[in-house]
């Protein structure tokens, strides 16, 4: 079955820091990714996304890799700031003609951001 | 802020009553889903709506019923509620020539059930 997980539950960085949180896939057939940053108490927010046709995309001061060959996916962002302190989700969806028109998440991670 | 309004934000019921949950955007996006969070399993899908009259349903979908009747709404309806189904709710959308994949969330509908 599908499943699209992350490494690590808790990720505790320095302020300043850069940070990278990774995440699996299995589903060969995905098509899109994005990543997602939750606050306590809200919804998750839209960070970033990627195709499979692409292998890295750059945003501010957030990049996300992706690796098909081996089904990785990573968020690096840069300077992290306590303001990043939040949950963080990656998503996956299929192309158009595979009938898998929703998101399928990962379980998330939890960045700190240490002062 | 993507348009997507969910309502009630809050709500208390008691086990085996109605409760339905709804979600109003305004940009005329296609798609619309319905999600729920719990501790220890992320997002998961409940169902979702391609179009008007057009829906189905999501690895969770037990227990739960949606109507679009139009494209600005989107219903999820707990027939009879259960203490298994207190959790957070998310609505989110997609689909239009501005947005195109991305899926924008709204602020999450928090039912409990006792």
């Known amino acids: 079955g599908e499943n699209v997980g992350l490494h690590l539950p808790t990720l505790s960085v320095q302020e300043g820091d850069n940070s990278i949180i990774n995440c699996a896939y299995s589903?060969?057939?995905?098509?899109?990714f994005i990543w997602y940053k939750q606050e306590s108490g809200k919804g998750p927010q839209f960070i970033i996304d990627i195709r499979s046709n692409m292998d890295k995309r750059q945003g501010q001061r957030v990049t996300v890799l992706l690796n098909k060959t081996v089904k990785h996916l990573s968020l690096q962002i840069a300077a992290t700031q306590p303001g990043d302190s939040a949950v963080y989700f990656c998503a996956e969806k299929g192309a158009p003609d595979t009938g898998r028109r929703a998101l399928t998440f990962g379980s998330g991670t939890r960045l700190q951001v240490q002062p | 802020d993507a348009g997507i309004t969910q309502s009630p934000r809050h709500k208390v019921t008691e086990t085996g009553t109605p409760v339905t949950l709804r979600c109003h955007q305004t940009e005329n996006h296609r798609y619309m889903y319905w999600y729920r969070q719990d501790p220890g399993h992320g997002l998961r899908l409940i169902h979702y709506s391609y179009g008007v009259k057009d829906t189905d349903k999501g690895e969770v979908s037990d227990g739960y019923s949606v109507s679009r009747s139009k494209t600005e709404d989107f219903l999820l309806t707990l027939e009879s509620a259960t203490s298994s189904q207190t959790s957070v709710y998310f609505c989110?959308?997609?689909?239009?020539?501005?947005?195109?994949?991305?899926?924008?969330f709204g602020e999450g509908s928090w039912l409990t059930v006792v």
């Open positions: 989110a959308i997609s689909g239009t020539a501005a947005s195109g994949n991305t899926i924008y």
């Open positions: 589903n060969s057939a995905s098509d899109y």
